[in-house]
């Protein structure tokens, strides 16, 4: 008996296609489904996508080579991923990946001689708070230690399916250290919304006197939605994604839209290394944020909302279609929502691995199956965002508490934080402390008690909100965290005494220069240039001119670089020299500049072919003047 032939390209995109509906903008969905079908997207199916589809191989081929989980090259049954952030870094990360790849007979970034596995890091998994980690074929494994790490090798080489493993494998904590007043008492399913709709209550008494009961219920929706949006405002919510913009700007300037067309896009695509508050929410308080992104439709009459979540948590799908599922059948999701006008639901898109996605013109190409590179400023989303229609961004946090808001009233919420600050905010804290996780604080918390109530009382540095924010010393440790002082999008690394900063400084600059999109000359050179700049302190040759070169790259790439990513990149570097200047002076033995490519060094290959050991052989060394 023939053993069956193996399924043609055509075979295996069917279904996807039939998943996907055929549609050109769910092109990376596609693309990430038969990346996980074959651990590879071949030309071969490259070339039938476009045919399919009808659009242009090139664009394809774009996308495929755009994003780090997407590869035409086959990544082995089992691919593995490990996280090579700073914190794995500290927990032993870099030496728990060579004990793997001995244990496989696999040499890293490659895949192993039977294609049986490869192993890779990834600049950061959203699980620093139990590190080391990483991901097996998209699932998460935490808390690697050698014995894991054996036992992974043991289950690869025995090809044991991944749905037969061991489950405390793949368990991922996700409690709150400490709670504040908006996630200590979490919202009861539908409680936000009730609130938003129940705001245009007083119309209904002119149901049956003045108007028809379809044209009431349209005016009480509509007042129900500029109410919540009033409270919006009175909370003084700022987006909790970085940026800081008023919420209630953002959603009055979709409602007050001459297009009906409207949407409302939640970013989940926490890629910051050191941040993993997202995950959490997602996981313990989807209904809060679901509901805050319903509550949003509402509030700017937009009828569909769409969840961008980074691939790294791609396990959390089967767990948010099921909420999404569960508030359906409550009537809290879809059609006649509770009973009332108001018709909104909610998709689910994945990315597949690319930090500049965050940027939310960047995500919206990407939601549209497009290269995630962000456009102009201008025009904003919210006149011309998803599809070129008035969209509303903003980040789980901000969702989250936003239905809160609309339970509690705004007043109540402006009642915490500081003046410009309102309300609370999240924090991630990891690296070198007695409690790693999530810590919810009233806006205007210090450093120092965050630190405190983490066990972190031996640190010498803190970065705050994450490689593009800011790096502080024990001198900032008194510093507020609030858009007034110290603004953080919610991470904090911890570097103890011990610590040498310049390891975290060097880590930064490698992910920035693999992060860039590559658009702005600015960027994509900057950030080459300062990694290498980096490198050369890192073999012994920097020198104070090289500080200055550093420094002056840095102030090009804030002031010309297109979007947040090459604007922010350097301030690691220029936070580090400012703060802690011993980890680049440790670093120069010279006070002269010394060229980091060593010219006569390269001519030694030729000497010893030739034979030639004369001084005329060499090229001539400048005497160094000792720091």
């Known amino acids: 008996m023939k053993p069956a032939a193996a399924p043609s390209i055509q075979e295996i995109l069917e279904p996807i296609l039939l998943r996907y509906g055929g549609r050109p903008d769910l092109l990376l969905q596609i693309l990430i489904a038969v990346q996980k079908k074959l651990s590879c997207v071949p030309p071969a199916a490259i070339a039938a996508l476009a045919e399919r589809l009808a659009i242009p191989l090139v664009r394809v081929q774009g996308v495929v080579s755009f994003?780090?989980?997407?590869?035409?090259?086959?990544?082995?049954?089992?691919?593995?991923?490990?996280?090579?952030n700073i914190t794995d870094q500290m927990l032993g990360s870099r030496e728990l990946a060579a004990h793997l790849c001995g244990k496989l007979g696999v040499s890293l970034g490659q895949v192993r001689a039977d294609g049986r596995v490869s192993v890779r890091f990834t600049s950061c998994t959203g699980m620093c708070d139990q590190g080391p980690a990483g991901l097996i074929n998209f699932r998460p494994v935490t808390r690697l230690t050698r014995d894991r790490m054996e036992r992974i090798a043991d289950l690869v080489n025995a090809r044991v399916p991944m749905e037969d493993w061991p489950g405390e494998l793949f368990q991922v904590e996700t409690a709150m250290r400490r709670s504040d007043v908006v996630f200590r008492r979490p919202l009861k399913p539908g409680e936000g919304l009730r609130a938003s709709l129940e705001r245009g209550g007083e119309i209904l008494s002119t149901w049956a006197e003045d108007l028809a009961p379809s044209d009431a219920r349209k005016h009480h929706l509509e007042r129900g939605g500029a109410e919540t949006l009033k409270e919006i405002y009175k909370s003084g919510l700022r987006g909790r994604g970085g940026a800081g913009f008023k919420t209630g700007i953002k959603w009055q300037s979709v409602r007050g839209a001459s297009d009906p067309e409207r949407y409302v896009l939640c970013n989940a695509d926490e890629g910051e290394p050191g941040t993993f508050k997202d995950r959490v929410l997602l996981t313990d308080y989807a209904d809060m944020v679901f509901e805050?992104?319903?509550?949003?439709?509402?509030?700017?009459?937009?009828?569909?909302?769409?969840l961008y979540v980074r691939q790294e948590y791609a396990y959390l799908e089967e767990h948010l279609e099921g909420v999404l599922a569960r508030r359906r059948e409550a009537g809290l999701l879809g059609e006649n929502i509770l009973d009332s006008a108001l018709d909104f639901d909610i998709g689910i898109h994945f990315g597949a691995g690319a930090y500049i996605c965050g940027m939310e013109s960047a995500m919206i190409k990407s939601i549209e199956g497009r290269r995630g590179i962000p456009r102009q400023r201008w025009p904003l989303p919210v006149h011309h965002g998803y599809r070129r229609k008035p969209t509303v961004v903003n980040n789980v946090e901000t969702f989250a508490a936003a239905a809160v808001i609309s339970a509690r009233g705004g007043e109540w919420y402006a009642r915490n934080g500081t003046a410009e600050s309102s309300g609370t905010k999240l924090f991630c804290v990891s690296g070198d402390c007695e409690r790693p996780g999530i810590y919810e604080y009233p806006w205007g918390v210090t450093v120092r008690e965050v630190l405190r109530d983490?066990?972190?009382l031996e640190a010498q540095g803190v970065?705050?909100?994450?490689?593009?924010?800011?790096?502080?010393?024990?001198?900032?440790?008194?510093?507020?965290?609030?858009?007034?002082d110290l603004s953080s999008v919610g991470t904090m690394m911890v570097f103890a005494k011990q610590r040498d900063l310049f390891d975290a400084v060097r880590n930064y600059a490698q992910f920035f220069r693999h992060e860039s999109c590559g658009l702005c000359t600015s960027c994509r050179i900057g950030t080459t240039l300062l990694a290498n700049y980096v490198e050369k302190f890192a073999k012994g040759y920097g020198s104070p001119v090289d500080l200055e070169e550093m420094q002056g790259i840095g102030q090009i790439m804030k002031t010309m670089s297109h979007c947040g990513l090459g604007q922010t990149a350097s301030l690691h570097i220029s936070d580090s020299i400012a703060k802690f200047p011993s980890i680049w002076a440790g670093r120069m033995r010279t006070t002269e500049f010394i060229p980091a490519f060593d010219l006569d060094g390269a001519l030694a290959e030729a000497r010893s072919?030739?034979?030639?050991?004369?001084?005329?052989?060499?090229?001539?060394?400048?005497v160094p003047q000792e720091a």
């Open 454 to 456: 983490c066990g972190a």
């Open 67 to 84: 994003y780090a989980f997407l590869s035409t090259e086959f990544q082995g049954d089992y691919a593995i991923y490990l996280s090579d």
């Open 292 to 306: 805050g992104m319903t509550i949003c439709g509402h509030a700017v009459g937009a009828r569909k909302g769409i």
């Open 463 to 484: 970065q705050v909100g994450g490689p593009s924010g800011t790096l502080i010393n024990a001198g900032d440790f008194d510093r507020e965290i609030s858009f007034e």
């Open 609 to 622: 072919l030739t034979g030639r050991t004369d001084a005329d052989a060499h090229l001539p060394h400048p």
